[in-house]
């Protein structure tokens, strides 16, 4: 395909496996929004007549991804912040998302996509309910997500059906529209049962299935607490043990936090290639332990990074996560080298999307979704901007820069944020209307 659109950068990262840094580089677009060449330019082909040339001054990174969010949850925010997990959710969290409508599942989405995109946060994969407003959320901003509407039972959210209900109505959502869809396939759809604490056994076996039957992700919790899932361990062993004695770990699973798994737990991460979606600074909140994060990494499972919900966080941003994980890990080690800059931004992006099955969007190489993120370095965050040697520079980005020094964001080649705000919907729109709904859940 001819390139329509090239952006040229002083640093490119195109977080291959090495962490490549790019000097003088260009990432070169195709019309249906797709990267054609990424590399130094002067390799770079010559640019066809009428093509796009935009010419920045900082960095290119590919759209971090969140791999586990329920971003609906922005009027919630703050909501029970000094409760641990199972109090948090009884007695805040259950009880405030009895009084959301339908309607409120779209402006929060807005708002939250907004937020994670002006964080470079192109992708993420979401829990929660009324998922047809989530996607058109998504397809106004411009944004790319993973839909997985939640599938639970639980104290006051009767009104949204049996699991029954909500597993058969994905099912028919996906029958009807397929698994991707949208410009761009901004739009991927997979199942959300919540947890083994919520859900019986033969609940999260059904829902297996049909997952595993349409070639679709299941995103469930797993063992974020010791607390919540006590029965299920005293009556199996562990969380894990339950999923795999009842069929349900074949096919493409990602289980959020699996922050108190033991050896044996990691055994059968491995032995069913089940992904993790691991969340630092939401597990740090709310007092939830610390994931086993350098094992799971040491025995080849495929982690990516979550921020959980604008609730429990309480933010979007990815680069957070980063910072954290590599912190906490190297805490866990006592070892300042266990977990590098170039490793942990691995984490927030080709890992990412490789922990959700995903190959076509990560990292910045022929073939993918042109998600591409602008990170300005006229910042003391980088003293030397981009003169600066491979490794300061990518400590610089890791360790310094925060989400304020993303300019622009592109999805699919499409230019979503532009001067640190969103080009296809109003923020101060979006942000008076989470205030309304947050008003009213409170009133």
Known sequence: MLVSLRLKAPVVLPCDPACSVLRDAVVDIDADGRIVH?????????????????????????????????????????????????????????????????????????????????????????????????????????????????????????????????????????????????????????????????????????????????????????????????????????????????????????????????????????????AVAHCPNSNAKLASGTARLLDLLGGNVRVGLGTDGPASNDDLDVWDEVRLAALLARLDRGDAAALTAPRALLLATRDGAAAVGRDDIGALEPGRWADVVHVDVDSPAFPRGTDAPDVQLLSNLVWSAAASQVTDVWVAGQHVIGDREPTRVDRAKAQAEVRRIAERIAS
Not at 183 to 212: C, N, Q
Not at 223 to 239: C, I, M, P, W, Y
């Open 38 to 274: 990424c590399g130094p330019s002067e390799d770079a082909p010559e640019l066809p007549a009428g093509a796009q040339l935009r010419e920045l001054t900082g960095i290119l990174v590919p759209g971090l991804v969140n791999t586990h969010a329920h971003t609906p949850m922005m009027p919630l925010r703050g909501l029970g912040g000094d409760l641990p997990l199972m109090r948090w959710l009884t007695e805040a969290i259950w009880p405030s998302e009895a009084k959301m409508i339908d309607r409120d599942s779209y402006d929060g989405m807005l708002l939250g996509s907004v937020e994670m995109l002006r964080a470079g946060v192109t992708t993420s994969v979401e829990m929660f309910f009324h998922g047809e407003h989530m996607a058109q959320a998504v397809l106004d901003t411009g944004g790319r997500v993973v839909l997985t509407p939640g599938i639970l039972s639980a104290p006051g959210l009767e009104r949204l059906g049996t699991w029954q209900q909500l597993a058969e109505h994905t099912t028919r959502w996906i029958d009807t529209d397929g698994l991707r869809f949208g410009p761009g396939d901004r739009i991927e759809l997979g199942y959300g049962p919540h947890s083994a604490y919520t859900l019986p056994p033969e609940a999260i076996a059904e829902i297996s299935r049909m997952a595993r039957d349409r070639g679709a992700l299941m995103h469930i919790h797993v063992a974020e607490t010791l607390a919540e899932d006590a029965k299920q361990r005293e009556e199996h062993g562990s969380v894990p043990r339950l999923l795999e004695k009842i069929g349900a770990l074949g096919g493409r699973v990602l289980a959020a936090h699996s922050v108190h798994l033991s050896d044996s737990d990691i055994e059968i991460f491995q032995r069913y290639d089940i």
